[in-house]
Nanobody, 120 residues
Framework: QVQLVESGGGLVQAGGSLRLSCAAS????????MGWYRQAPGKQRQLVAA???????NYADSVKGRFTISRDNAKNAVYLQMNSLKPEDTAVYYC??????????????WGQGTQVTVSS
């Protein structure tokens, strides 16, 4: 069983910064894509940023130029540096990882979520 544990959320003023971290633990062969999603109250969960094992990245238009996703494959970890935060960034942020088991099967896994609140 794989666990994704997130940290780094909190309350910050508009224009501030936060850094989210997520580490995977358990027994598995590898992790393919990793990413961050967010869900605001009354809205659907949406992709914020994703990163492939080799480092290629993809961002939602709303965060381009402000957020940076990175990963440490040796630590099975993914990070999200969030700068110039806006009140509309307020949401629960979820870590996601496509975990590959020793049989070659891929299991999408989710963290428990961490709250990010940006005050105006």
């Amino acid at each position: 069983q794989v666990q994704l544990v997130e940290s780094g959320g909190g309350l910050v003023q508009a224009g501030g910064s936060l850094r989210l971290s997520c580490a995977a633990s358990g027994i598995f062969f590898n992790i393919n894509d990793m990413g961050w999603y967010r869900q605001a109250p009354g809205k659907q969960r949406q992709l914020v940023a994703a990163i492939q094992w080799g480092g290629s990245t993809n961002y939602a238009d709303s965060v381009k130029g402000r957020f940076t996703i990175s990963r440490d494959n040796a630590k099975n970890a993914v990070y999200l540096q969030m700068n110039s935060l806006k009140p509309e960034d307020t949401a629960v942020y979820y870590c996601n990882a496509d975990v590959v088991n020793f049989g070659g099967l891929i299991f999408p896994s989710w963290g428990q979520g961490t709250q990010v609140t940006v005050s105006s």
